[in-house]
């Protein structure tokens, strides 16, 4: 018998079982995860991983993170910082933003970041955030949507879209397309977007295209395959430009999105079984920061980045015609042409 891949591991996840067993599925997700984690370095006995550490400098570069108060999100910031590059982060709420730089500037060593607030469920605060970035910068060489959520699913927000598909396609659709003509002045410049082995089991119905008959974490896994779709999306139509797009998974981490689930009985016993396989923030930060400054992927666009290694993403992420019609749902709902 040949080893399982965690593609098809995850796709394990959307048995009848789990269904039946609805309850249980956050921990099924996990594990099933976590056992791909194994399943991957068991098929790569000499992980062929590039050195994470060769990396050009980033003096001189501007990078905006999203989601980069915690996590890997605030990870990939000082990683970046680090490098030498002028760092965005933006947070929800000001004063953790505001600890988060001070943060990064102090550890980092390097210039200083800056620091703009924005609720990326809410369409007017995005627009908001890239009307104030562009009032204040010039230039955009590498964007990094990198936020994203589970519990909130089910809660509209103000706009009336649920909020899981709001923060994890909306939000990244949207800011995209209102910084590409700064991209585009900047390049050679990267998009990066942080999906998620759980696009695996991600299969986007247009009837229901944000998931609301759906519980939580396969809303999850259709945020994510909405991500890839817009990545492939987007790489085609920026073609000839010089801004390249490349997605990611950064592996099973342990951040606030593990931890934020349903109950307290499931968050324990999420915690105990999935710790031992689990990456630290840092480590799940690597690949954003090798795709964001190793002259390895300079000119790559359009790829699916598996940690550090390229790999074929799922074969509903290559979808065209869907990735067409889901880049249609962004546009109406944010009102863009």
Known sequence: MGWIRSETVLLLTTTNACYYCYALSPIIDVIMACVGEVCQKSVFIIPHY?????????????CLVTGSTSGIGKATALGLARLG?????????ESRGQETLEYINKESNGPPGHLFIA????????KNLCKEFKNRFERLDVLINNAGVVT??????????DTLFAVNYIAPFLLTNLLLDLLKSSAPSRIINVSSSAHGYGNIDFNDVQSRKKGAW?????????????SYE????????????????????STNLISGRESSLSRGFLRAISSP????????????????????????????????RERKS???SYDEEAGKKLWQVGADLTAMK
Do not use: C, M, W
């Open 277 to 308: 396989f689990l990456r630290s923030p840092q480590k799940g930060a690597e690949p954003s920061v090798y795709l964001a400054s190793s002259p390895e992927v300079e000119g790559i666009t359009g790829k699916y980045f598996d940690k550090l």
């Open 50 to 62: 590039r050195d994470a550490s060769e990396k050009i400098g980033l003096k001189d570069k501007v």
């Open 152 to 161: 909130q699913h089910g809660k509209n927000t103000t706009d009336g879209i």
């Open 119 to 126: 609720d990326l469920s809410e369409i007017d605060s995005i």
């Open 218 to 230: 396969r809303a999850y896994g259709d945020s994510k395959l909405a991500l890839l779709l817009f």
């Open 234 to 253: 987007l790489a085609k139509r920026l073609e000839g430009t010089g801004v390249t797009v490349n997605a990611l998974h950064p592996g099973v981490i």
């Open 85 to 93: 590059a002028t760092v965005i982060v933006v947070a929800r709420d």
């Open 314 to 316: 799922s074969e509903r």
